[in-house]
């Protein structure tokens, strides 16, 4: 019997408590991994209290683990025993439908993500299917790269799949979990940055994440200034915003892409979008190359989030400092077992 070691929630919403269980076997392209950081996402909070309505409890968190891998089924590859990887918001995929076949394995529908019906990664040990457990570049800090899993491939995929050339002018609203991200990465790909924040206060951290410009997204006047000047808007908040005034920000043939998860309906008036020729869109993760490809751009240019640590028997402090607004920006787990 194998005992993995865990920190688990009963019930929608309960604190996190000291949880064991048995894996099973180890299968055939199963990578073992043992966590040494894992980050906390507003996602791991979504599931603890099972706000989009498939969790399953127990309850483990965390989808954002850095660790060494420690065991391997006899079918797995890409990895080797000791290598230090990670492990985000996917575990398994089936790898045989088009999305598959075509690298889009994060839109395959079989996707199994590695906190939903499964146990995550708040946790001794961790497992996924080989293609989703990768490689860290050397050039990345493991203790701070966690975040860059999940919230950082979901901001930076954006960049890479909608062709988005480094000349764009692009805006980012919200000064998060996601947005410091997406304000580093869009500053490191090229682009003419424009933050937007509902916090006047945050003008001197935006401009130090990489932005160029600091809009106050409830300032009307500051946002009819842009009429027409953004090629791209990535919206990282989960709030209804005034959807018509950013479509009247973008430039013909402008994007407004959502990775916020808004959980209310997206209101727009058809006439922006059809005299500009302009789109919404949305986006999840990243496929496996996605995240390669982020990992190693971090590592080139030197993006990493911002973070605050815990150690992983105070995650319920933690899950409160984050649900109470305060993580500045992201939170990283430390496992001490």
């Known amino acids: 019997m194998t005992t993995y070691h865990a920190w688990a929630a009963s019930r929608p919403g309960a604190a996190l408590e000291p949880f064991e269980y048995d894996p099973g076997p180890l299968g055939a392209e199963e990578v073992e991994?043992?966590?040494?950081?894992?980050?906390?996402?507003?996602?791991?909070?979504?599931?603890?209290?099972?706000?989009?309505?498939?969790?399953?409890?127990?309850?483990?968190?965390?989808?954002?683990?850095?660790?060494?891998v420690t065991a391997m089924g006899a079918k797995a590859k890409g990895v080797s025993i000791g290598q230090r990887v990670g492990l985000g918001w996917n575990a398994s995929s089936c790898l045989h439908c088009d999305p598959c076949l075509?690298?889009?394995q994060h839109l395959c529908r079989e996707v199994q993500p590695t906190l939903a019906g499964r146990h995550g990664a708040f946790a001794?040990?961790?497992?996924?299917?080989?293609?989703?457990?990768?490689?860290?570049?050397?050039g990345l800090d493991a203790a701070e790269s966690g975040p860059l899993l999940c919230g950082g491939i979901t901001v930076f995929a954006p960049l890479l799949e909608l062709g988005i050339p480094p000349t764009a002018r692009v805006g980012v609203i919200g000064i998060g979990g996601l947005g410091h991200m997406a304000l580093k990465f869009c500053r490191a790909w090229g682009c003419e940055v424009t933050a937007f924040t509902s916090s006047a206060t945050k003008e001197e951290e935006a401009r130090a994440f990489g932005a160029h410009r600091v809009v106050t997204t409830g300032d009307a006047e500051?946002?009819?200034?842009?009429?027409?000047?953004?090629?791209?808007?990535?919206?990282t908040v989960n709030v209804a915003l005034d959807w018509n005034g950013l479509l009247n920000a973008l430039a013909p043939k402008g994007r407004?892409?959502?990775v916020g998860t808004v959980l209310e309906p997206i209101a727009v008036s058809v006439f922006p979008l059809l005299s500009g020729q302009r789109s919404i869109s949305g986006s999840p993760t990243g496929s496996r190359g996605a995240i390669d490809t982020m990992l190693d751009f971090a590592?080139?240019?030197?993006?990493?989030?911002?973070?605050?640590?815990f150690p992983m028997s105070r995650a319920n402090e933690a899950l409160d400092h984050l649900r109470a607004g305060k993580?500045?920006?992201r939170i990283v787990l430390d496992a001490d077992f």
């Open 33 to 68: 991994i043992t966590v040494e950081h894992c980050g906390i996402c507003h996602s791991d909070l979504s599931m603890l209290d099972n706000a989009w309505g498939f969790t399953r409890y127990p309850f483990v968190p965390g989808h954002e683990a850095i660790g060494r």
């Open 256 to 258: 407004l892409h959502v």
């Open 299 to 309: 590592a080139r240019h030197d993006v990493a989030p911002q973070t605050e640590h």
């Open 102 to 104: 075509a690298g889009n």
């Open 327 to 329: 993580a500045r920006y």
């Open 222 to 235: 500051a946002l009819q200034a842009l009429a027409g000047s953004l090629d791209l808007i990535i919206d």
């Open 124 to 138: 001794d040990k961790v497992r996924a299917h080989w293609v989703w457990v990768v490689p860290l570049p050397a």
